[in-house]
Each structure stands twice: as structure tokens, then as C-alpha cells.
């Protein structure tokens, strides 16, 4: 039976070495070339090809902002960081003709950044970091990867791996990657992926580390609202939520330490976009508003004169208003009162200067917010109060510094079906009022140069939304600033410290009818130093403490309520801290 048995094997094996290929497998070897061809990186040539083709798709799509300058410092910024990365390719970045807010990545070395993107950075970190991000996917072949492995695009390369696509080819593979770019279709791993390694590039460029988990931030904020989430393409639900991203790469970003440069001033110096004409967007695309258009620029660019200042400067500051997204639609509505002076009932853009209605000390904002119903979609306005000044390179008002910021469209909720808002503080809610006090302690300290020896605090929100439920007014030693609320200042403190104990007294104030929470956050830095490898001064943190300590929300009525005192609307707290008598004399 053996025997029988190793005969009949044998008899198998000649019969199939004598038999030609297709007749043993079929076409098994043809169906493996193709399964090896999927998992066969493309070539550099390939890749060039490909990510050209895929570049002109995106510019026609988009158009490019054509800024000799600003397409200078973009890729002066993009380069820096490219050149951390282990590929070696010759990078391209520009700028695309939208307002949306996002950053696109194609093989190659074909790097984008959107011109509504640019306009919500604050600092050149942030602008870096977003480019890095979008290195690591091209050095990570993210796109690639993903797209070889669809069946149209790796076997319309099946002649081999080495030709370069025919033109119907090269449109087709960019079709998929263009698809794939815009809607960001990136797998969470890769999407990882490429927040670690943009924030290692970034770092080792020698930008501040926390660049990127900053401009993540900002994309938060516009992913909240449904309609903004689907109009610009954020992220689709196979990606990590925001809040997930930004604690890692908060962590990852204090691996690197607090070194590395923001260089807000060099940004904002060679990046402004004044708010853009609708009117000319609806025209450009047949009437149709651009969707998700946001113009959240720092700088606060304004054609307005401001009234002259008088001795105080009260008579510089002015109130700001901004639509939020750049639609005719502004259904919600809002009237300002300060000090129980009514300035305006806001519905669009303008600017109104305060002139006596701010006053030295403590002065009560109140706005009030009416949605008018029915709205085509969700808009809200965004105001801003500081001093106006003109800046002649530009020949437009700037507001330097940006003293505080609220919305009117804190907690409300628009639906889509109903074309109607809500407001969690209940069913039948018609109108919402919100109350901020905030201490006026005039402008000297605004904006002061930081030299050796200084100690400074910072203020600035833990931006887990753009609500307001508290701010924070800050006493050092007994001497007041002006109150923090929503937007970051770095205030030098130097003169008013002392050798040996130090008090901060800090009032806390809640806003009432304000529902989604954020916080206040401080720290006193100092002394400052001089570091020639990071060419910036660093200042190691002397004090840390925040606004929201104390308060806790009511589950009922979601209102913030202090458990000492239930009915206060205020909380304040006596911080003390020591510094070495060295170290705060020898600045003095």
C-alpha cells in the first residue's frame, strides 16, 4: 500500500513539472503579481508624478492665494520642519483660495495650507506645527499606502512597478487621493501617527513643541457645530475626537520641554487677512455663501479710524464685532450694554469706540441675544474690545492687544430641520442674557517687552470651548490688571514684586446662563534668561493657578455655584509664593 501510495505521488509530480505555468495555477501568478504590485511602494518618479497630478487637481479646485511674501514665510516655516524628516524629497507648500479651515498632504512633498486656515493661527508655531503634521503623513506615504491598496488605483499599474502611470491613469490615482485628501480619510493609527512625528519635527526645528495641539485646538472649536463639522471636512468619525488628540499631544508635547519659539510678532508681521468680502465670494460661486468661512484673525484688522486716545487711553479702545462664519445669514442677534449704556444692537460687522462708557476700575458688559427665526444656518457674531491703532505698512486699524473676547453664540443650538435654536436652560427659552465684570486698569502694562530678568504672568483659556463661565482679575502685591477673559496676554510684573513673600489676590467671577465649560488658567514665569540655542529668553514657572478652582456646576439648573457661598457670583482667593531676595533684586 506504500509503495502503491509513493508511486501515485510521483506520477503527480512529473505530470506538474511537465505541464506549463497557466495550466498548473491558472492565472494564481498573474493574480500574485497584482496582490505584490498593491503592497509595492510606488517609485520617486511614481510618486512625483502622482503627487503632481494630484496638486493641479487640488489647485483647481481651490485656486491658489497668490502672495509672493506670504508664500515666502509659508515655506520658509514648511522647510523648516521638512528638513527633520527621514525621507529625503523636495517639499512644495502653498497656499489654497478658501476660507475653509484645513491643511492638505499628497505624495510627493505636495503640501497645502488653506488661506481661512492661516487666518485662525495666532503664531508661527502654530502655522509649523500644522505643516508638520502634514510632512509626517507624506514621510509616513499615509496617502499612498491607503490608496494602493484599492484595487483601481494599484492595478492600473500592473504593467510594473516602475512605469510611470499614462496620463487617463495618473487622473484616475489622482482623483482617489484627491478624495481622499479632502476628506481627510485617514486611519486613527496614521492619524497618530503623524501628530507624533509632526510635533518630533517641530521640536526639533526648534518651534515651540505645543505648536500644533494649538492649532488643533482652533479646529476644535469649529468641528462643535454639526454644519461647520460637514462643510469643512473635519475629520470624519474614523479619527480620534479633538479633545483625544490634544491631551496626547499635550503630553507628547511636554516631552520636548517648554523650549522652542512661537514667534507670534514674525507671523503676524508677514500673515494678515483682513475680513473677506462676501459679497464677492457668493458672486464667485453662484450665490452661495462659502461654506464654513471663518476670518478669526488675532490681529483684529479693521478699516475703522478709532477715536482719539485721551490721557488715560480709555478713548483708544473700541468694541469689534465679527461674524463668526462668513454667510449673510446672522440670526442671532445682540444688544450691548456697558455700565447700563446701551452701545448697539449687532446683527454684522462694524466697530464702535467705547470712548467714556469704559471706565477705570470695574465695568459690567451685558449682552443680550434674540435668535431670529427662521435661519438658513448657523452664524453667530464675535466681539473683541481693545485699542485700535493703525499700522501704516498696512494702511488698516489693528487691535493690539485684544483685551477680551466673548460670543453670542455661547451654549445656543441651531437644527438643521426646524431651522429654529435652542438654549439648554430650557424649551421655551426666547432670549439670553450674559453679565461680565470685568477691571479696567488702563494699557500701560499691554504689551510691555520682556528683558533679561523679568518675571511676567500669563493668563490664557484652557480652550475646552469658546464659552466664558468665569473670568479672572489678578491683584499682585495689591497692584490690579486688567481682567482675563478668553483671550491669552503676557503681562510684565517685574516692578511689582519683592524680595521674600508675595501675595496674588485673584477675584473669580462666574457667568451666569453661561452652560459649557472653560477656565481661566495663570502662571508666574520669571526670571527670564537669555538662551543663545533657542535664540529666545526662557522662564522657568514660579506659580501656577486657575479661575474655575473653587466653583462647581449645579447638576440641575447647570449653573456654576460656589458650595461656601451658594448665592455668590464671586470667588476670591489670597495666593501667596516666595521669591529668593536674589533673584528679584538683581532685576530691580
Known amino acids: 500500500m506504500m509503495r502503491r501510495l509513493r508511486s501515485s505521488l510521483l506520477v503527480l509530480l512529473v505530470l506538474l513539472l511537465a505541464a506549463p505555468a497557466p495550466a498548473q495555477f491558472g492565472d494564481l501568478f498573474g493574480k500574485l503579481k497584482k496582490a505584490k504590485d498593491v503592497f509595492t511602494p510606488w517609485t520617486p518618479e511614481q510618486e512625483q508624478a502622482i503627487g503632481e497630478a494630484t496638486a493641479a487637481k487640488m489647485i483647481n479646485a481651490f485656486g491658489l492665494y497668490e502672495n509672493e511674501e506670504v508664500l515666502k514665510y509659508v515655506n520658509l516655516a514648511g522647510n523648516a520642519t521638512a528638513r527633520q524628516a527621514p525621507r529625503r524629497l523636495s517639499y512644495h507648500f502653498g497656499i489654497l483660495d478658501t476660507e475653509i479651515i484645513n491643511a492638505f498632504a499628497l505624495p510627493g512633498g505636495y503640501v497645502f495650507v488653506t488661506r481661512g486656515a492661516l487666518a485662525n493661527m495666532k503664531n508661527e508655531a502654530e502655522l509649523a506645527g500644522a505643516l508638520a503634521h502634514e510632512v509626517a503623513h507624506v514621510d509616513g506615504r499615509h496617502l499612498e499606502s491607503q490608496v494602493r491598496t484599492r484595487k483601481a488605483s494599484s492595478w492600473a499599474m500592473e504593467e510594473g512597478t516602475s512605469r510611470i502611470p499614462a496620463p487617463d491613469q495618473l487622473r484616475n490615482i489622482a482623483g482617489e487621493i484627491f478624495t481622499e485628501a479632502i476628506n481627510m480619510s485617514y486611519s486613527r493609527d496614521k492619524e497618530d501617527e503623524a501628530d507624533r512625528k509632526g510635533t518630533e519635527f517641530l521640536a526639533r526645528a526648534g518651534y515651540a513643541s505645543t505648536g500644533l495641539r494649538d492649532f488643533l485646538q482652533t479646529l476644535a472649536v469649529a468641528a462643535e457645530e454639526a454644519e461647520t463639522k460637514q462643510s469643512l471636512g473635519l475629520w470624519g468619525k474614523t479619527h480620534p475626537p479633538f479633545n483625544q488628540r490634544v491631551a496626547k499631544l499635550t503630553k507628547l508635547a511636554g516631552e520636548f520641554g517648554d523650549g522652542g519659539q512661537k514667534l507670534e510678532e514674525r507671523y503676524l508681521q508677514n500673515v494678515t487677512f483682513e475680513p473677506a468680502s462676501v459679497a464677492a465670494a457668493e458672486s464667485a460661486s453662484g450665490g452661495v455663501p462659502p461654506a464654513g468661512g471663518v476670518n478669526r484673525v488675532v490681529s483684529a484688522a479693521h478699516t475703522q479710524a478709532a477715536a482719539a486716545p485721551d490721557a488715560t487711553g480709555a478713548q483708544s479702545i473700541s468694541l469689534w464685532v465679527e461674524r463668526e462664519y462668513n454667510s449673510w445669514d446672522n440670526p442671532l442677534h445682540s ?180 452652560i459649557r465649560d472653560n477656565d481661566v488658567q495663570f502662571e508666574i514665569l520669571g526670571p527670564a534668561e537669555w538662551n543663545v540655542t533657542q535664540n529666545r529668553y526662557v522662564l522657568p514657572r514660579v506659580l501656577q493657578f486657575n479661575s474655575m478652582q473653587g466653583w462647581t456646576r449645579d447638576p440641575k439648573s447647570g449653573q456654576l455655584v460656589y458650595r461656601a457661598k451658594p448665592g455668590s457670583d464671586t470667588i476670591e482667593r489670597v495666593i501667596p509664593f516666595f521669591l529668593k531676595p536674589a533673584a528679584v533684586s538683581a532685576t530691580q
Do not use: C
Request: hydrophobic share 35%; proline share 7%; glycine share 8%.
Open 335 to 514: 444688544e450691548v450694554q456697558i455700565n447700563g449704556q446701551t452701545i448697539n444692537i449687532y446683527s454684522s460687522e462694524t466697530s464702535d469706540p467705547l470712548g467714556a462708557q469704559l471706565k477705570e476700575g470695574w465695568n459690567t458688559f451685558t449682552l443680550t441675544t434674540i435668535p431670529q427665526e427662521p435661519a438658513n444656518r448657523n452664524n453667530g457674531l464675535i466681539f473683541r474690545i481693545g485699542p485700535m491703532h493703525k499700522d501704516p505698512k498696512r494702511n488698516q486699524m489693528t487691535m493690539v492687544p485684544v483685551l477680551w473676547t466673548f460670543r453670542n453664540g455661547t451654549d445656543w443650538k441651531f437644527d438643521t430641520e426646524t431651522q429654529a435654536y435652542s438654549h439648554p436652560l430650557g424649551p421655551d427659552v426666547e432670549q439670553v442674557t450674559l453679565v461680565f465684570r470685568v477691571y479696567f486698569a488702563g494699557l500701560e502694562r499691554e504689551n510691555a517687552k520682556i528683558k533679561a530678568g523679568d518675571y511676567v504672568l500669563v493668563g490664557k483659556p484652557s480652550y475646552n470651548s469658546w464659552n466664558t463661565p468665569v473670568t479672572g482679575t489678578v491683584w499682585v502685591n495689591g497692584t490690579p490688571l486688567n481682567t482675563f477673559m478668553l483671550e491669552e496676554r503676557t503681562i510684565v510684573i517685574t516692578d511689582l514684586l519683592r524680595p521674600g513673600k508675595n501675595e496674588i489676590k485673584l477675584v473669580s467671577e462666574r457667568i451666569r446662563n453661561s
